[in-house]
């Protein structure tokens, strides 16, 4: 999936760093002073606002560890990571899965979201839109992601669909060729687009894929360099432990978890509301799993829909063939890094 969570609302400064010939130490001590750098996928916005709030609570500080965040460049973060220009990044289970598939150097190591935040959306004022099997013959304002009509298709088909409609790639442009008529629907992240729309008055009517049978997924990840996390073992659990209890504060006080994504970023926002609200509904829906904990992950969840994916036929190996056999998808995560 192409990183598309907020449009970009300010220039972010971008930091001064170098992102090659970043060899990894080990927990010997030659590593242990050097910053972890952790790749976002798009500018600031309430999918990060854990890794936010560690930073602002002195979470990161408290472990002993200099963390610093690589803004957004163009090159996504599961190559950043993959290739160990950057320790940690901010990734989602549909791209980890095409990256890992690939022959990618990442392994997950914490789901931030438990669930799709994404859905399809048509503008709330289309009569004619009212579920998805209405989509066929229309027009998807899309992003280019591996996958991602193959999803589309299946929750239109799900509901009695044909699954057959027109894709432009737009990006972040999707959401205005929506508004504008010139789309009939895209996949905006509820939580961020969804409200954005809310509040300019323009609001959106959702589909959830689950609800029409579709596999249910780990929309938001943070994954690691694999020879990083086992070089360095013990500066991951902190790391890890840290962006843990940055979520879990979101979690359970939304309210001071945004104010800190805010302090953390001025002028990144043009709306508290927006930040608030985001914030709020990912400590209601997204951010706990049904035990109530943040973070852990399950096979059952990685097999459903990565499984879905292979069974495309649109995912390919290192040498760039489609690939059919299924993994061992409990190599492609860990939980070892959180507490319970």
Known sequence: MLPRALRPLAVVAVLALALTGCAATGDDGSGSGAPIRVALDWTPNTNHIGLFAAQQAGYFRDAGLDVEFLPYNQSSPDTLVGSGA?????????????????????????????????????????????????????????????????????????DGGRGEFRTEVLSTAAYEALYSGQADFTEPFV????????????????FRYTDYGFPDAYNVLLIGNSTWLGQNPERARAFVGAVQRGYALAAQDPAAAARMLAEANPGAFTSDELVDRGAQMLARDFLRDPQGRVGFQTPQQWAGFSGFLYDTGTVTGPDGAPVRQKPDFTTWFTNDYLTP
């Open 86 to 158: 950057a320790d940690f990044g901010i990734s989602f289970q549909d791209s980890f899965t095409f990256s890992r598939a690939a022959g990618a150097d990442i392994t997950s190591v914490m789901a931030i979201l438990q669930h799709w935040a994404t859905e399809i959306a048509v503008r709330a004022d289309r009569a004619d839109l009212q579920r998805p099997r209405d989509l066929d013959g229309r027009v998807y304002a899309g992003f280019g992601g591996p996958g991602e009509n193959q999803k589309m298709q299946a929750v239109i088909r799900a």
């Open 191 to 206: 939580n961020v687009e969804g409200i954005e729309a809310q509040l300019r008055g323009e609001p959106l009517r959702t």
